[in-house]
C-alpha cells in the first residue's frame, strides 16, 4: 500500500504550509474545499502516486495544520492563489497541475488564470469557472436569497464559527451528509438565531463512502484549530471581485477538466447548468464536463473510483 506522508513546507508566499504527499513524479496539487482539509484527498493521493504522480494536498491557508494569519484581509483569492503557485519551487518542480474542488476550484481555476506559464494543466470537481461579473457578489446574493443565504450569513463576525465549533462531530457528520448524493438535499438558508449546522439534518445512518472514521479524522484536523480562517474566504468575495479587475472575462488557457455530480447543489443554483455549458467560452481547451450520476458535493470522496480514473486519464494526457 502506497504511504500517504506529511511535512511542512514554506510556500514563497511566506505561509508555512502543511502538505500531505505520496508518489514521484509530475507534480500534481490537490486543493480542498469547506469545510475540509487535506484528508478529503485521501482516495487520490494514493492512486495518483500508484499512476506515477507526485500527488501534494495541502491544508490550504486558515485551515487545519497550516493554519493562518489573524486579519480577515488575509485571506484573498490572490493569497489563496500565491499559496498554491507559490508550493511548486520549493517542491522542486518547474510547473504543476492543480486539482480543486469547491472553494479549491477557484483557487484552481485562479491559478491557471493567472499564471498559465506554470500551471500546465487544471481540473475542477463541483464548482465551474464563474467569470467575473460586473458587480461584487454578495449585494446580488443578499438581493436574490435575503440575509439568510449562508454566503451572507458568513459576512458576519463570530457567529458562523460559533456554530460550526459547538459539537464538531455532529457539525461534519450533519454536513458531510447533508451535501452528499444520499441526501434529500438542504435549503442553505440560515432561520434567525440558528448557524449552518441546523439546516443540515442528521443521518439515521452513514452513507457507504462515509465512515466513523472519517469523521474522527476531520474532527482531529479542526480540534484547538477552528472555522475562523476558513470562513475569511467568505469574507473575502467582495474584496475579491474588487482586487481582480486587471482579470476581467479573462480566457483560462490551460487544458481544462470539469467533473460534477448531477445532484451537486452547485448545479442546482439558478442558470448553473447554463452557465457549464458555456464554459468554453472561458475555457477554450476545456475537455466534455464529465457528469456523475447520483452524486452530490463531496465528488472525490463519494465517487472516488470514477474521479480517480477521470484525472488519471487527463494527467496523462498532458
Given at each position: 500500500?502506497?504511504?500517504?506522508?506529511?511535512?511542512?513546507?514554506?510556500?514563497?508566499?511566506?505561509?508555512?504550509?502543511?502538505?500531505?504527499?505520496?508518489?514521484?513524479?509530475?507534480?500534481?496539487?490537490?486543493?480542498?474545499?469547506?469545510?475540509?482539509?487535506?484528508?478529503?484527498?485521501?482516495?487520490?493521493?494514493?492512486?495518483?502516486?500508484?499512476?506515477?504522480?507526485?500527488?501534494?494536498?495541502?491544508?490550504?491557508?486558515?485551515?487545519?495544520?497550516?493554519?493562518?494569519?489573524?486579519?480577515?484581509?488575509?485571506?484573498?483569492?490572490?493569497?489563496?492563489?500565491?499559496d498554491a503557485i507559490g508550493l511548486i519551487e520549493p517542491l522542486g518542480e518547474e510547473d504543476a497541475v492543480?486539482?480543486?474542488?469547491?472553494?479549491?476550484?477557484?483557487?484552481?481555476?485562479?491559478?491557471?488564470?493567472?499564471r498559465p506559464?506554470?500551471?500546465?494543466?487544471?481540473?475542477?470537481l463541483s464548482v465551474p469557472h464563474r467569470p467575473r461579473g460586473s458587480m461584487p457578489p454578495i449585494p446580488i446574493m443578499r438581493r436574490m436569497f435575503g440575509d439568510g443565504f449562508y454566503m451572507v450569513f458568513f459576512q458576519q463576525p463570530d457567529l458562523p464559527e460559533e456554530g460550526f465549533e459547538r459539537d464538531l462531530t455532529d457539525t461534519f457528520r450533519r454536513m458531510l451528509?447533508?451535501?452528499s448524493g444520499?441526501?434529500?438535499g438542504i435549503v442553505p438558508i440560515i432561520p434567525e438565531g440558528g448557524s449552518m449546522v441546523d439546516v443540515c439534518p442528521a443521518p439515521d445512518e452513514l452513507p457507504s463512502w462515509l465512515t466513523e472514521e472519517d469523521i474522527a479524522a476531520f474532527v482531529r484536523e479542526y480540534d484547538g484549530k477552528g472555522f475562523f480562517g476558513p470562513v475569511n474566504w467568505y469574507r473575502n468575495m467582495d474584496r475579491n471581485w474588487e482586487l481582480t479587475a486587471a482579470w476581467h472575462r479573462a480566457p483560462i488557457l490551460p487544458p481544462a477538466l470539469y467533473i460534477v455530480g448531477d445532484r451537486d447543489m452547485v448545479v442546482a443554483a439558478p442558470n448553473a447548468r447554463e452557465g457549464i455549458a458555456k464554459l468554453t467560452d472561458f475555457i477554450p481547451n476545456?475537455?466534455?464536463?464529465?457528469?456523475?450520476?447520483?452524486?452530490?458535493?463531496?465528488?472525490?470522496?463519494?465517487?472516488?473510483?470514477?474521479?480517480?480514473?477521470?484525472?488519471?486519464?487527463?494527467?496523462d494526457s498532458l
Open positions: 500500500m502506497t504511504e500517504i506522508n506529511h511535512r511542512f513546507v514554506k510556500s514563497t508566499s511566506g505561509l508555512n504550509m502543511h502538505i500531505a504527499e505520496a508518489g514521484e513524479g509530475p507534480l500534481v496539487l490537490l486543493l480542498h474545499g469547506f469545510p475540509e482539509c487535506w484528508y478529503s484527498w485521501r482516495h487520490q493521493l494514493v492512486a495518483l502516486a500508484e499512476a506515477g504522480y507526485h500527488a501534494v494536498a495541502p491544508d490550504q491557508r486558515g485551515y487545519a495544520r497550516t493554519g493562518g494569519p489573524d486579519q480577515v484581509d488575509q485571506y484573498t483569492l490572490l493569497h489563496l492563489v500565491g492543480v486539482v480543486g474542488h469547491d472553494w479549491g476550484s477557484p483557487v484552481a481555476w485562479g491559478a491557471a488564470q493567472l506559464d506554470l500551471i500546465r494543466g487544471v481540473a475542477s451528509y447533508a451535501a444520499d441526501s434529500p476545456l475537455q466534455e464536463p464529465i457528469w456523475l450520476p447520483g452524486c452530490g458535493h463531496w465528488t472525490q470522496q463519494e465517487r472516488p473510483k470514477e474521479v480517480n480514473e477521470a484525472l488519471i486519464s487527463f494527467l
